[in-house]
């Protein structure tokens, strides 16, 4: 697959909407894959914050996940080969050192939301460039559920959660946030990460 749209974007502005990124027969499978894993129970709720700080809070994400290992289904599989081409490509021509791909299925239940936030910890860069992809067929506008982006300026972009969007943007650069959903919503949530770049000490 050429990424050569997102490239260009991610070059000139800093993030992508790609709306038919994948056909749809690979976005039904996702989501069944999706569905299978939460109806057995494997998915939690997310936390906030990292190491011993990491804690659940329902007042500022109310999101439940399930990390993509290779070889848990074809369909995400699939999915993660796509994004290990998009991490080479993002190599190749904007020299970005990407070194991984991370990503969980992320189901919103009805009232669920994630307030304002960056992707990157203060303290941590790894984490380079977000890739959301949108799983829910026939999404209509009273369902809620927007990922709202602040693009500076006073400027901000809602984006639907339809089935087969692609969202791409540089982690650190643009907060966001999920408005609540009155409905069940499907995405799988990854980061393009490099090696950390650590502080020199005194």
């Known amino acids: 697959m050429d990424f050569s749209s997102i490239i260009d974007d991610l070059a000139e502005r800093g ?34 914050g990292r190491g011993d700080a990491q804690a659940v809070h329902e007042g500022i994400r109310g999101d439940h996940i399930l990390w993509l290992e290779a070889g848990q289904s074809p369909a995400s599989d699939l999915y993660l080969q796509l994004m290990d081409g998009l991490r080479q490509q993002l190599n190749r021509e904007l020299y970005l050192g990407l070194e991984e791909f ?21 303290d941590d860069d790894s984490r380079c460039v977000t890739a959301v992809f949108y799983l ?11 990922l709202r982006m602040y693009l500076g300026d006073g400027r901000s972009q809602d984006i639907a959660p ?41």
């Not at 829910?136 to 927007?146: L, S």
């Not at 907060?175 to 799988?188: A, G, I, Q, Y």
């Open 136 to 146: 829910n067929p026939d999404w209509q506008p009273d369902h809620g559920g927007a």
């Open 15 to 48: 993030w992508s909407l790609e709306p038919a990124f994948l056909p749809g027969d690979d976005v039904r499978l996702l989501a069944q894959e999706c569905r299978r894993r939460e109806a057995a129970g494997a998915l939690v709720p997310a936390a906030v």
């Open 162 to 202: 339809q089935a087969g969007t692609l969202v791409v943007f540089m982690s650190g650069d643009f907060p966001h946030e999920v408005l609540p959903t009155t409905v069940d919503r499907l995405s799988v949530t990854g980061w393009f990460r490099r090696r950390a770049v650590l502080p020199l000490s005194a």
């Open 102 to 122: 991370e990503c969980h299925f992320a189901v919103y239940p009805p009232g669920a939301f994630y307030k304002t936030h960056l992707d990157r910890f203060r």
